[in-house]
């Protein structure tokens, strides 16, 4: 059973970069076939897709979050990272890691971590 | 830019069948996915592709698309169905995308 958990600060000053980290367990993110995303959901909103990285380190990112994203891949370590500059309070959500399962014509995103609070304040 | 529509509110009374749809231009390429999510949870992927149901997901779910509309039937629903539903799809850019998501009410 592939499980995902995310780590980091709970809290980040504005205009600082909001870093979190995805350990990846049951499963080697190294086994091809599937994305690593980063999914948020702002409180009491619906879910916004971030970006994603396949293991060789290709990423893909959200246009609309693109020149304040970065997402790496630690395959040593089993990790997955995020890296998002600059925040703001608009930047304040539930951050959640996932595995989407490449299939043709019909990615699905098969496991999602608890998801890991994140508030932009000083 | 591409986007995925979803009614923001559907109710349905306990043990009959509601559809939950969900629009974009991009589903007449690529198949929906939807996930379930219950209040202070993770979402849960419920229904994948043409119609596929991952392990554990009951059977009363299911999923069907046609053109630009892909819909999620909960047949019998049960009150443990009510939740928050998101579909979900990508475009031929790679971008993917969510639903606005459906608030489900079972009466």
């Known amino acids: 059973q592939v499980q995902l958990q995310e780590s980091g600060p709970g809290l980040v000053k504005p205009s600082q970069t909001l870093s979190l980290t995805c350990t990846v367990s049951?499963?080697?993110?190294?086994?091809?076939?599937?994305?690593w995303s980063w999914i948020r959901q702002h409180p009491g909103k619906g879910l916004e897709w971030i970006g994603y990285i396949y293991y060789s380190g290709s990423t893909y990112y959200n246009p609309s979050l693109k020149s304040r994203v970065t997402i790496s891949v630690d395959t040593s370590k089993n990790q997955f990272s995020l890296k998002l500059s600059s925040v703001t309070a608009a930047d304040t959500a539930v951050y959640y890691c996932?595995?989407?399962?490449?299939?043709?014509?019909?990615?699905?995103?098969?496991?999602w971590g608890q998801g890991t609070l994140v508030t932009v304040s000083s | 830019s591409s986007e995925l529509t979803q009614d923001p509110a559907v109710s349905v009374a306990l043990g009959q069948t509601v559809r939950i749809t969900c629009q974009g231009d991009s589903l007449r390429s690529y198949y929906a996915s939807w996930y379930q999510q219950k209040p202070g949870q993770a979402p849960v992927l419920v229904i994948y592709g043409k119609n596929n149901r991952p392990s554990g997901i009951p059977d009363r779910f299911s999923g069907s698309s046609s053109g630009n509309t892909a819909s999620l039937t909960i047949t019998g629903a049960q009150a443990e169905d009510e939740a928050d539903y998101y579909c979900n799809s990508r475009d031929s850019s790679g971008n993917h995308l969510f639903g606005g998501g459906t608030k489900l009410t079972v009466l």
């Open positions: 996932a595995r989407t399962s490449i299939a043709a014509w019909s990615d699905h995103i098969d496991y």
């Open positions: 049951g499963g080697s993110i190294s086994s091809g076939g599937y994305y």
